[in-house]
């Protein structure tokens, strides 16, 4: 078991910026893929991006490539997700997950922070 803890979500406006944050105690966090997820009102939960356990290599929805990007410390248990240029339809509820198991199924889930984009 892992325990997630995001945060860093706020109010901006078009075409600004926000670093997200996703704390991970627990277990060895360089042993995890992780991922992000958002949740927009009255969606489905929502892929956005993965990273594997090193930080070798990323993955990203289509909706969100060239603007956000996934990054990991191991050092410091943390993952993060920087996202550039947002745009309205961001707007959602962000959320970490680990898959500890590693078989591309997540099963630890943050609490998830509300990101809002304002036009």
């Known amino acids: 078991q892992v325990q997630l803890v995001e945060s860093g979500g706020g109010l901006v406006q078009a075409g600004g910026s926000l670093r997200l944050s996703c704390a991970a105690s627990g277990r060895s966090f360089d042993t995890i893929p992780m991922g992000w997820f958002r949740q927009a009102p009255g969606k489905e939960r929502e892929f956005v991006g993965t990273?594997?356990?090193?930080?070798?290599?990323?993955y990203y929805a289509d909706s969100v490539k060239g603007r956000f990007t996934i990054s990991r410390d191991n050092a410091k248990n943390t993952m993060y997700l920087r996202m550039n240029s947002l745009k309205p339809e961001d707007t959602a509820v962000y959320y970490c997950?680990?898959?500890?198991?590693?078989?591309?199924?997540?099963?630890?889930w943050g609490q998830g922070t509300q990101v809002t984009v304002s036009s």
């Open positions: 990273i594997r356990r090193n930080g070798s290599s990323t």
């Open positions: 997950a680990a898959d500890t198991l590693g078989l591309g199924q997540y099963d630890n």
